[in-house]
């Protein structure tokens, strides 16, 4: 197994992972855009990775979407169709990084608002020397933290949650829950692939 590529966030000038959502439904839905993705590399058994933003009324919106499909013919999204491409390894961007592990399939500037009801853990500044090679990493392994929250698609609140992710890196560390637990490895494989806050989040830190 890999560690899986996160979806990204674009806030405040800056890029972020999407670790952990907390809502009755999905951020959205790949098929419900026609779409019918299968795993591009180990490092996406998904089959896509999308990027969201905020537009100037701090309404999320689905940006950019990079995902793998067989032959079928792609929708447009939101008006917008997308390029198929073809990696050249030598020459990478950051769009190339993401088409490797997303897909054969790229969607750009599609800027879809989504009507997302529920709030959202986005991080930045990964520790390396928490990598597990396996799922999505929790948010406690990254220096920088924040919590969106969203009520029909408007963000409604943001909060710096980086020095309770310090406190729960102390006590994972401290109680050497980084690695996958051996004693129940089909549970904490399943763990490391969900991003329901159950499992990456919790709102008061480990005691």
């Known amino acids: 197994m890999t560690a ?3 979806d990204l ?3 405040d000038g800056r890029q972020y992972s999407i670790s952990a959502i907390k809502s009755k439904n999905a951020l ?31 309404r999320l919106l689905l940006t950019d979407l990079f995902v793998n499909i067989e032959d079928e013919k792609a929708p447009a999204i ?7 491409v073809k990696i050249e390894h030598n020459r990478l961007n950051e769009y190339d990084f993401n088409m490797i592990a997303g897909g054969n399939t790229v969607y750009r500037g599609v800027d879809l608002p989504l009507p997302f009801t ?30 969106l929250h969203f009520d029909k698609g408007l963000m409604t609140k943001a909060e710096d949650k980086s020095a309770e992710a310090k406190k729960q890196r102390e ?7 980084i690695g996958i637990d051996g004693g129940n490895l089909e549970a904490s494989i399943e763990r490391t692939f969900d ?10 830190p480990y005691e």
């Open 4 to 6: 899986q590529m996160n």
């Open 9 to 11: 966030m674009d806030y």
């Open 28 to 58: 959205f839905n790949v098929e419900k855009l026609g779409l019918h993705p299968i795993a591009a590399s180990s490092a996406c058994w998904r089959g896509y990775i999308a990027k969201f933003g905020l537009d100037g009324d701090s």
């Open 78 to 84: 939101n008006g917008m169709l997308p390029n198929r």
């Open 118 to 147: 529920g709030s959202m853990i986005i991080c930045d500044g990964f520790i390396q020397e928490l990598y597990v090679h396996m799922g999505f990493h929790d948010p406690y392994k990254y220096e920088k933290v924040i919590e």
């Open 171 to 177: 006590n994972a560390v401290r109680d050497g829950r």
């Open 195 to 204: 991003l329901d806050y159950d499992s990456k989040w919790m709102d008061e």
